[in-house]
């Protein structure tokens, strides 16, 4: 067994996923990153020591329970799991969506962290470990056009307060961390289409989205022992989205 704690990070080739893994890395964890693309995620694996790469769709219940059992042959414990891998989704208003757009959206986004969590907790149980996953804060703030999007963190959301509740007395913490708006490639094609890249803009207090460091510098606090007495918790990191207010205009302006 290891004498490092060891972090299975999910969706670690990019994004807030890659960012949450070089962070804990440079704390003294053994990170494992999983997701599809295999070319990414050994990217991800030049960034810093400690990281090595397992490609794989954690949306499949065997691939889950795959990666777990190899991360315990390997390194005999786990003590973090980040849920951090998701997909927009179509983005389309409601009434073109189709029951696959739904169905896709919920198996990525929703399936895939259960799935993962499910498989991890007996590992989990055994080091007294932590799970955060990443939601968004469209779990609580409606957005148009990405319906399946925001109803799968919602779910998510609300799955991490139902496992909060029943892994707490195994010893195993549960938190979600809603971002607003972050840099990424999911999310980069948004700003570029709309002429916002590198712009100042009015959807947060604080006039910019995150950068991916920013929202893994909240995971690892999650995960690590200075978050000892939260369990069950959303922990919102939109740079005031939630309660920004728009001027009073008209609605044509």
Not at 98 to 106: A, G, H, P, Q, Y
Not at 111 to 117: D, E, F, V
Not at 127 to 141: D, K, T
Not at 158 to 168: D, I, K, S
């Amino acid at each position: 067994m290891t004498a490092a704690r060891v972090a299975l990070v999910t969706g670690g080739g990019s994004g807030v996923g890659r960012a949450t893994a070089v962070k804990l890395s440079r704390e003294g964890y053994q990170v494992v990153i999983v997701g599809r693309d295999g070319a990414k995620l050994d990217e991800t694996a030049t960034l810093a020591a400690g990281i090595v790469s397992i490609p794989a769709d954690m949306g499949s219940e065997t691939e889950a329970s795959r990666v777990v059992q190899e991360i315990e042959d390997r390194f005999g414990r786990l003590d973090a799991l980040v849920n951090a891998h998701g997909v927009i989704g179509p983005v389309k208003p409601l009434e073109e969506l189709d029951e696959n757009d739904w169905l896709s959206t919920i198996q990525i986004n929703l399936m895939g962290p259960i799935r993962t969590l499910s498989a991890a907790i007996p590992a989990l149980e055994r080091a007294g470990g932590a799970v955060v996953n990443v939601v968004s804060i469209n779990a609580l703030q409606a957005e148009p056009w990405v319906a399946p999007y925001g109803v799968t963190k919602s779910g998510l959301l609300g799955f991490t307060q139902y496992a909060a509740m029943e892994l707490a007395g195994r010893g195993v913490r549960v938190n979600a961390v809603l971002p607003g708006w972050v840099r990424s490639p999911m999310s980069d094609p948004f700003f570029d289409e709309l002429g916002l890249a590198g712009k100042k803009i009015s959807t947060n207090l604080l006039g910019r989205p995150a950068e991916p460091e920013e929202i893994a510098e909240v995971i690892s606090f999650l995960v690590g022992p200075g978050a000892s007495f939260i369990s069950g918790e959303g922990i919102v990191a939109d740079g005031g989205q939630r309660i920004a207010l728009a001027p009073l205009r008209a609605a044509d302006d």
